[in-house]
């Protein structure tokens, strides 16, 4: 299994139109679970402006999924963005296409930057409980070492982020140990389970390619910052 992400800034009513027709499994070879959400800058105050998108996929390897960008014509809208294919290291939680085998250990080996997805089926019941967590935590991931970039992602009941660490040791501390934050946000979903379905996953990047805002951290391409 394999992941990807497109970041794209397509304007208004096309982004409306990625989020609103977004492809099924059942229409894409090699395709587990693929789902579009609105770009939101971490810790927004004031409700975003539907112009960047970001799609979110599990693929059965990574062939289906460069076939699915090669040609598919909806990939083709995000090809001005930045695409990442990415393997993952370890996933806790549980949601559509993730393997069962990919290791819960929350210590993972890894040389090198990592991306990290945090995903969510949010109950409507919980949304200011759930807003009232995540903005520390996002607040918290702004100013933690060894980010490199992130963004939040929101069409609800789906709520996402996407963020890359210069290290899975980074982001393994800002998770885990950062005081308040993240891991008040942890505490809070024990005590009281903000989701349907969740899952966070850490993965290594096999491909980073294309631009948004500024040169790549990652390589001599160019990566999408916030």
């Given amino acids: 299994m394999i992941a990807t992400v497109d970041i794209a800034d397509l304007g208004f009513l096309r982004t409306i139109g990625a989020v609103r027709r977004r492809p099924k499994p059942d229409q894409v070879p090699g395709l587990r679970w693929l789902d579009i959400v609105f770009?939101?800058?971490?810790?927004?105050?004031?409700?975003?402006?539907?112009?960047?998108?970001?799609?979110l996929a599990l693929w059965d390897d990574a062939d289906a999924a460069a076939a699915f960008a090669d040609s598919h014509r909806f990939a083709a809208r995000f090809k001005t963005g930045m695409h990442a294919t990415l393997q993952p290291l370890r996933a806790f939680g549980t949601w559509p296409g993730l393997d069962e085998s990919i290791p819960r250990s929350?210590?993972?080996?890894?040389?090198?930057p990592v991306f990290v997805f945090t995903l969510g089926r949010l109950r409507l019941s919980q949304f200011i409980r759930f807003m009232r967590a995540s903005r520390p935590a996002?607040?918290?991931?702004?100013?933690?070492?060894?980010?490199?970039?992130?963004?939040?992602?929101?069409?609800p009941p789906m709520m996402a982020t996407?963020?890359?660490?210069?290290?899975?040791?980074?982001?393994?501390?800002?998770?885990?140990?950062?005081?308040?934050?993240?891991?008040?946000?942890?505490?809070?979903?024990?005590?009281?389970?903000?989701?349907?379905?969740?899952?966070?996953?850490?993965?290594?990047?096999?491909?980073?390619r294309g631009t948004l805002d500024r040169p790549n951290p990652f390589a001599t391409e160019l990566i999408a910052a916030r």
Avoid: C
Wanted: hydrophobic share 40%; proline share 8%; glycine share 8%.
């Fill in 39 to 55: 770009g939101v800058p971490l810790a927004m105050s004031r409700p975003p402006r539907p112009r960047r998108a970001v799609m």
């Fill in 106 to 112: 929350r210590a993972t080996t890894n040389d090198g």
């Fill in 138 to 155: 996002e607040h918290a991931a702004i100013g933690a070492d060894g980010l490199i970039w992130g963004t939040a992602g929101a069409r």
């Fill in 162 to 208: 996407v963020s890359a660490w210069e290290s899975a040791e980074a982001s393994a501390a800002y998770a885990f140990n950062a005081p308040g934050g993240h891991p008040s946000a942890i505490d809070a979903q024990r005590r009281k389970d903000f989701h349907h379905e969740s899952a966070f996953i850490r993965f290594t990047p096999i491909e980073v």
